[in-house]
């Protein structure tokens, strides 16, 4: 398997590049996607390879494309849509919730809507509050859905083609910073199984699990509390629907201690559902200190920078948390 | 929150209180109503009941301890309500600087998370992780030091535990408590609970055999002054010390008021169900004789001389291991069918200790009656801050010359001591005459 660095962003094209080019019944749609390669470019270069037929400019309405992408999914095709700003989800939310999610199930299966939204997420760009948030708890909350998180370019290639191969809806968040991130990347094909999380660090005093850009910020923690002697866990959910509580609840029985971060609104964020299955679970008899979540501030995403920057959880307060947490090791 | 128990001032007079023994132990349900603790003052033994309900959080003070007036000497609230770790000072006060500085530290030690037991009546701090372990090795996490916030017990204070190896006896948090005021070893102790629990019961039946050996040391026995033997020794004393005492005695011929008593006997009898003594007599002659003779009903207090408007007369009686001196007010108005009934109710409630605090103060002038022993005469020591005591001794018939004729006659000997400071002889003298003119020819009385 040859591998190289690539990006984030070049992680996700070449998943649908290679899907498209393996399967005609993929195609994509979306807000400028076509010459102008989208509002980060993700799909620049893809009009030249497929063609206005595969690669579909839309109307600027969110609903349309989403309802649009269900009806093409529900007679045989497998669309990709995209969203320019996972904020504007909001509109697109009645096609997905009451259709996209219900269908299957309504019909007994014998309707299926097999599709990807991708979309960019989270804060840190500037983009102040309609174009920054992180609001993968409603999509999570959906039976039918499924919400995919991907944390690194490795990881994304895997789990889109795994969004794409799924017979389900999939809500796909990328995260605007993540974009320029880079990996080793397999050339080839390959598909990373939904509902399997990662564990980024190996530790043995604090499990912290984190999604998305914050893997990255508990990685950095981690390193930096390595130096004190405290030793970090690290899981990357990847998915958080479906869940992987296994491999969660494992990690919490060996150290015993757990944090949550996430970039999203701390109150009714993901991070409560997660300590739930964990404090619910077996593990909860190993707990040796009270649980913790970080998350975001209860404020809409300012748009000056440095209050930006405040308004989600950044490495020192990771690093605080823990030491708090294992205080009474 | 916890509601204070304060020293209850119970005189004018009272500084402070002598704790006599309390009826419940921290950690104990109290009643509204119940009684709490006893205390003695300068003149009264009383049961202090209490007035608010819940758990007896916290002692301050041992018995024996003798505590200011409206000190707070404990609380009263429900388990795990946070109490001082020590008195916080008076009942109602706003607070000292001393006070307010030890509030702040309190405050600082609830802010900085403290390693400590679990504190008492509430349910052990622990992690899952702790209890996990507790619970498969059969530890009560209450014996266990938590290293945590408020004395959480993590995983690592249980295994230490474990590792200690020490085998802590079990025991309820009073049974350890017990122990340690009455310095018994809970490991010699055998536990009646479940599981062989250490009870109350088990803790102080093994603290008897303790006493037991104290008993069979040397013949001379030694008992620690307490209670009203100590309050008593030291108003004698004060007394005595302070009060340059003069006794004068005279002899009083008491065939008329034999007389009067014999012909009001049935009277009052018939009126109020008690016989009418010679003490009752005398209490209203001294009252009338005390009219008169104002410069006697009078109180040092300082450098001042405080002169009584009303003549109330202490009654000294005798009880169990001491001395209490009731009080009958307002002699004067009183005739002697009211003046039995007071004398019979407060005799009767000073020898059952059941004196309401009403009936322990406020005496201008003391009445000690040794009349029933074989005594003549006695130097009574005054009852401070009254000015002087009538001692009285037995009638006795005895001859007397009466018209240059020998005579016999019942007679009975008074002795007054007064105190030199608030007044001298000659008046002390003119009362005491006074008086005998008035037993002798009782039908002054009615003037």
Known sequence: MTTRQITYLEAVREAMSLEMRENN????????????????????????????????????????????????????????????????????????????????????????????????????????????????????????????????????????????????????????????????????????ELGKADIKREGTDVTIVATAIMVHKALEAASELEKEGISVEVVDPRTIVPLDKETIINSVKKTGRLIV??????????????????AESEAFDY????????????????????????????????????RETVKNK | MAKEIFMPKLSSTMAVGTLLQWFKEEGETVEIGEPLFEIMTDKINIEVEAYDQGVLLKKYFDVDAEVPVNQIIGYIGQAGDKVPDSSPGMTGEEGTTEEKEEATVSEQQELIPTASHTQEGEKPRATPAARRIARTNNLELVFIDGSGPYGRVHKKDVIAHLEAKTSIPKATPLARKIAQTEKVELSSVTGSGVN???????????????????????????????????????RMAQSAYTAPHVTLTSEVEMTKVKELRAALLPVIEKQTGFRVS????????????????????????????????????????????????PVIKDVVSKGLAELTID??????????????????????????????????AFTPIINQPESAILGVGRIQDKPVAINGMLEIRPMMTLSLSFDHRALDGAPAAAFLTELKQILENPFELLV
């Open chain 1, 25 to 192: 019944d993929v195609f994509i749609l979306g807000e400028d996607i076509g010459v102008y390669g989208g509002a980060f470019g993700v799909t620049r270069g893809m009009i030249e390879e497929f063609g206005p037929e595969r690669v579909r400019n839309t109307p600027i309405s969110e609903a349309a494309i989403a309802g649009a992408a269900i009806g093409s999914a529900l007679t045989g095709m497998r669309p990709i849509l995209e969203l320019q700003f996972s904020d504007f989800i909001t509109i697109a939310m009645d096609q997905m919730v009451n259709q996209a999610a219900k269908t299957r199930y309504m019909f007994g299966g014998k309707g299926k809507v097999p599709m990807v939204l991708r979309t960019p997420a989270g804060s840190g760009t500037g983009a102040a509050a309609q174009h920054s948030q992180s609001l993968e708890a409603w999509m999570a909350h959906i039976p039918g859905l499924k919400v995919v998180q991907p944390s690194t370019a490795y990881d994304v290639k895997g789990l889109l083609k795994a969004a794409i191969d799924d017979d389900n809806p999939v809500i796909f968040y990328e995260h605007k910073l993540l974009y320029r991130t880079t990996d080793d990347v397999p050339e080839e094909s390959y598909k990373i």
């Open chain 1, 261 to 278: 971060v996430h970039e999203a609104v701390q109150r009714g964020g993901f991070g409560g559902e997660i300590v739930s299955v964990v």
């Open chain 1, 287 to 322: 707990l040796d200190a009270p649980i913790k979540r970080l998350g975001g501030k209860a404020v809409p995403i300012p748009y000056n920078p440095t209050l930006e920057k405040a308004a989600i959880p950044q490495v020192p307060d990771i690093i605080e948390a823990v």
């Open chain 2, 196 to 234: 062989g629990k250490i009870v109350k019961d088990d803790v102080v039946s093994a603290a008897v055999p303790k006493e037991a050996v104290a008993l069979q040391e040397p013949a001379t026995k030694r008992r620690k002054m307490s209670g009203m033997r100590k309050v008593i020794a030291d």
């Open chain 2, 278 to 325: 010679f003490t009752d007599i005398l209490v209203k002659a001294v009252g009338a004789a005390l009219v008169r003779h104002p410069q006697v009903n009078v109180s040092i207090d300082g450098d001042e001389i405080v002169q009584h408007s009303e003549i109330n007369i202490g009654l000294a009686v005798s009880v169990q291991d001491g001395l209490m001196v």
């Open chain 2, 343 to 376: 004398a019979k109710d407060v005799g009767k409630r000073a020898r059952e200790n059941k004196l309401l605090p009403d009936q322990m103060r406020g005496s201008t002038f003391t009445v000690s009656n040794l009349g029933m022993y074989a005594v003549d």
